[in-house]
């Protein structure tokens, strides 16, 4: 593991400072270029409904990632059932309100998970982002500009559903995933929340995770229909970035609050998150990629609550 993560580590500070061209030649980049490349990559997670794993899945991809040598950062961003804390079995000591009211910087608010992970509480901070004024809007974004520097990827993890809250931090950020389950309801309402953002925004970068699958070709179904409706009757091309089976190793995790991969790291479910971490970075082809930065996400964000 360590050796893969030191490989990992190695192509990502060569990607930093070079280029591939498309005759596979190295090329060096401008260092503005280079510069902005290095702005962390901010992907919401969120689900049409709740029960469907959505949070237990973030943390174990994020400890997974990080696992294959990333920098993972993971921000609490469900307004009512904030639950990260519980999954990791940590009890934060602060949240993004002591950021927004100049009591703690952003690195003080900085949790340690397992696996290498940190991840931030959104707690009432989150609320006070609805309301915040322009002094605390542009403290908070130079303070949050600052997580660049600490993480390749930060997820948001939202709750679930179509509230406008909900939406807000969809539309803020660049890339977002949403995690089903074969339930009917289930695959209705990812369904519903996929033409809502596809409504807003064509653009968007948007990967389909499926959770509690029978067997792969439960799963395989299920994506490809879901794909094909959503390119049939909304005019996009989602991802389809993979499925977790059915483990009953899951629940048994849960239960002690701690992560799968970690705790049953041999597990069918903990190979599938393997598979999709590996496949979220691109690792098998030697892509990294950037995002916009997080400052850009909250800058978003807040025009969106407004």
């Given amino acids: 593991m360590k050796d893969q993560a030191a490989k990992l580590r190695s192509i990502v500070n060569k990607l930093n400072n070079t280029d591939i061209t498309s005759d596979n030649k190295e090329t060096i980049v401008p260092e503005r270029a280079v510069a902005n490349r290095r702005?962390?990559?901010?992907?919401?997670v969120t689900s049409?409904?709740?029960?469907?794993?959505?949070?237990?899945?973030?943390?174990?991809?994020?400890?997974?990632?990080?696992?294959l040598g990333l920098k993972v950062i993971v921000i609490d961003a469900d307004l009512g059932l904030s639950n990260v804390d519980i999954v990791l079995g940590k009890t934060p000591n602060f949240n993004l309100s002591d950021v927004i009211n100049n009591r703690r910087n952003i690195h003080e608010i900085i949790e340690e998970g397992p696996g290498g992970v940190k991840f931030i509480s959104g707690g009432s901070g989150l609320q006070d982002l609805i309301k915040i004024n322009k002094e605390q809007l542009a403290h908070l974004l130079i303070e949050l500009g600052r997580l660049d520097e600490e993480a390749d990827i930060i997820f948001i993890d939202t709750g679930a559903g179509i509230s406008d809250q909900v939406l807000s931090f969809v539309y803020a950020a660049k890339e977002v995933i949403v995690i089903t389950t074969p339930e009917?309801?289930?695959?209705?309402?990812?369904?519903?929340?996929?033409?809502?953002?596809?409504?807003?925004?064509?653009?968007?970068?948007?990967?389909?995770?499926?959770?509690?699958?029978?067997?792969?070709?439960?799963?395989?179904?299920?994506?490809?229909?879901?794909?094909?409706?959503?390119?049939?009757?909304?005019?996009?091309?989602?991802?389809?970035?993979?499925?977790?089976?059915?483990?009953a190793n899951i629940p048994k995790a849960v239960k002690l609050q701690q992560p799968f991969v970690i705790t049953f790291e041999k597990s069918a479910a903990a190979l599938d998150i393997s598979s999709i971490a590996k496949s979220l970075i691109c690792i098998e082809d030697r892509k990294i990629e950037y995002g916009y930065g997080i400052r850009l996400f909250v800058n978003k964000l807040k025009w969106f609550f407004k």
């Fill in 39 to 44: 702005n962390a990559r901010v992907i919401t």
């Fill in 48 to 67: 049409g409904k709740g029960g469907v794993g959505k949070t237990n899945i973030t943390i174990n991809l994020a400890i997974k990632i990080s696992q």
């Fill in 184 to 247: 009917p309801t289930a695959i209705t309402d990812a369904y519903a929340l996929i033409k809502v953002i596809a409504q807003k925004d064509k653009s968007k970068k948007i990967s389909l995770l499926l959770n509690k699958a029978d067997n792969p070709t439960e799963a395989s179904n299920t994506l490809d229909k879901l794909y094909q409706v959503c390119l049939k009757f909304l005019g996009i091309s989602i991802d389809k970035l993979g499925f977790v089976c059915n483990d």
